[in-house]
């Protein structure tokens, strides 16, 4: 491992505060940045506290930008489980944030390669990540860029694995009904934020988050490469950690 900061939280309450902590230093000190931003469970206390800190006048999302990592395909942005939609409920319609400053892949996108190239054109025209949030899945995944024989560079289409559509049919009517592809930033595209935050909570996360930050980097582990990305936060809580 070349250099990954863990941060231990006691509960995942603790962990939203420490992440929110990290954007509410950088929204401070560039009011106009871009942030990248994860759907799932974990990072809902996060959100909860950046909601609370506009509303107590500490932090302001007016000039923030920010990029979603992933979308499921074929979703329309209104369909209860988008992404889209779950950042709407869960974080935008909440804060200052101006929708025209809110990208997330478009589930659907007819020409899939035209709109990826254009994500991350966007990304780049608004010049980078400052700051990835990032959670994990049961199987290593970040985003949705699954254990595969390579890194996946940029943002793209994929298979979602019966791991992941069973992880996420908890949102479904039925397993049927998960979408059984995705858009996702690559692994390139998180690489290239300036700074990541990953957030980690509960007892079942524990053994990739070992394998992932202790282990071998490797594809079989897609966030096993976080190690070698020269700044990482990883924020977990204690039963994540083990205890
Ligand atoms: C979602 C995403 C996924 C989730 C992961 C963990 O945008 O990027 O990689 O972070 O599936 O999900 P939770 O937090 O629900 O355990």
Not at 21 to 40: M, W, Y
Not at 130 to 136: A, E, K, R, S, V
């Amino acid at each position: 491992m070349l250099h990954v900061n863990l941060i231990k939280a006691a509960d995942p309450e603790e962990v939203g505060k420490l992440a929110a902590d990290l954007f509410e230093a950088l929204i401070r000190t560039k009011p106009a940045c871009v942030i990248g931003l994860a759907t799932g469970s974990t990072p809902l206390p996060l959100y909860r506290e950046l909601i609370a800190r506009e509303k107590a006048g500490k932090i302001d999302f007016t000039r923030v930008r920010s990029a979603n990592l992933d979308e499921y395909k074929g979703l329309a942005p209104d369909h209860p489980q988008s992404y889209r939609r779950f950042m709407q409920e869960n974080l935008f319609d909440h804060i200052s944030i101006k929708p025209e400053n809110t990208i997330v892949p478009d589930g659907l996108a007819e020409d899939v390669q035209a709109m990826c190239e254009a994500y991350e054109r966007k990304i780049e025209a608004w010049g980078g990540v400052d700051l990835q949030l990032l959670g994990i899945g049961h199987d290593g995944h970040i985003g949705f860029n699954e254990p595969a024989g390579h890194f996946p560079g940029m943002t793209h289409e994929v298979e979602l694995t019966a791991m992941t559509r069973d992880a996420n049919k908890r949102f479904f009517a039925s397993l049927d009904e998960v979408p059984t592809a995705a858009f996702t930033m690559g692994i390139g595209t998180v690489m290239a934020a300036k700074k990541i935050v990953m957030v980690v909570t509960g007892a079942d996360k524990h053994d990739i988050l070992m394998k992932s930050f202790f282990g071998p980097v490797t594809p079989e582990v897609p966030a096993s490469i976080l190690q070698f990305h020269p700044d990482v936060t990883v924020i977990c809580d204690a039963a994540a950690w083990g205890e």
